[in-house]
């Protein structure tokens, strides 16, 4: 429910990313999955895009991983957006 009682645009934002990084477990979202499975995300310039997830970074919340190249070992590194927390620190508006 606290992702819903955002007051500004941002943290609209900011939620609907998160939760979209929370959605996709441990596998997380590339860049391009993230524009593909978050609408909010794909309507926003790049420059707002990168505001959003260097605030998820700094807050703790998410992290940009490699996740390596599978298990045959073949083909390019996989560098996704992984949520870090289950749940938002009591403190956060």
Do not use: Y
């Not at 477990?25 to 895009?49: M, V, W, Y």
């Not at 996740?67 to 070992?73: E, F, R, Y």
């Amino acid at each position: 429910m606290r992702t819903h009682l955002t007051g500004s645009l941002f943290g609209q934002w900011r939620a609907a990313v998160l939760e979209t990084l929370r959605k996709a477990g441990p596998r997380g979202r590339t860049d391009r999955e993230l524009s593909k499975f978050c609408r909010l995300f794909a309507g926003l310039e790049p420059r707002q895009r990168e505001q959003v997830l260097k605030a998820l970074t700094e807050e703790g919340l998410a992290a940009r991983v490699n996740l390596g190249k599978g298990a045959s070992g073949r083909g390019r590194e996989r560098i996704a957006w992984v949520a870090l927390n289950d749940e938002e620190d009591a403190d956060a508006a």
